[in-house]
């Protein structure tokens, strides 16, 4: 079969991502709920499908079956980074990928994807060796853990930028979520660059639009970079 595109499937806790790449170039990007997902057929013919999922093994399989000719990227496929992760078969395909995308930005250097979405998740790679990072909560489970463990905190959604000082119940919870998330992150970045110095930062997730972290230098901010990098993986095994 002469393969036309490739199509690269990342099945998220939330939502499908879905990018078409043409001779090396990512040309369209598409987001999905799954309900939507299931009830469209995705035109693949004449086409592979680089399928990546953090989903339980019964939903996995159920979106593998949707295509014909699947490369499904799992951390047992070749890669070209060194894992020191203790538990390998643990460690998520997505921050895989992220690691592999920001090492190909970087391979002799030190590189750290913070991946903003459902929880958020920081991978670090130092001269090709993967050697791990951190995972917490995101936005709506900070607001969620806030609700549903306690008697009165009302659940709130807001999204936009927090004044340091609520002056209501609400704001004090938008406040403690959104720049708690961000002191977070940037001190999780100052601790990287206290012990391995000079370090790339690769920011992406479908959260990171909320925060502002251009004050910091050598961060990159692409919303794409684990859709390129399952592609590299992909690159690598075909």
């Known amino acids: 079969m002469k393969i036309s595109n490739i199509y690269v499937v990342d099945a998220g806790n939330t939502s499908l991502k879905v990018a078409v790449f043409e001779k090396d170039e990512l040309i369209s990007v598409h987001r999905y709920r799954y309900e939507t997902f299931f009830q469209q057929k995705l035109s693949t013919k004449d086409s592979l ?10 939903d996995t399989q159920k979106i593998l079956s949707l295509f014909k000719d699947v ?6 496929v ?20 992220n690691a592999v995308y920001a090492y190909s930005q970087n391979p002799k250097g030190n590189v ?32 969620r853990s806030l609700h549903e463990f306690t ?17 209501k119940t609400s704001e004090s919870i938008h406040s403690g979520v ?9 001190g999780i970045i100052d601790n990287y660059a206290r012990l391995y110095g000079e370090l790339d930062i690769f920011v992406t997730g479908g959260d990171a639009r909320f925060f502002d972290l251009r004050r910091k230098n050598n961060i990159f901010a692409d919303e794409n970079i684990t859709l390129k990098g399952l592609y590299e993986i992909y690159k690598m095994n075909a």
Request: hydrophobic residues 40%; proline residues 5%.
């Open 112 to 143: 750290l994807v913070i991946d903003i979405g459902t929880c958020v998740k920081y991978d670090f790679v130092t001269k090709g060796i993967y050697k791990g990072g951190a995972i917490s909560p995101g936005i709506k489970l900070r607001y």
């Open 71 to 76: 490369f499904h990227v799992t951390t047992k």
């Open 49 to 58: 499908v680089v399928i990546s999922s953090v989903l339980n093994d019964s």
């Open 178 to 186: 959104m720049n708690g998330i961000k002191v977070e992150i940037e």
């Open 78 to 97: 070749k890669t070209p980074l060194s894992i020191a992760y203790e538990t390998p078969e643990t460690l998520g395909v997505d921050r895989l990928a």
């Open 151 to 167: 008697g009165n905190l009302p659940l709130i959604k807001d999204t936009c930028p927090a004044s340091l000082i609520g002056r």
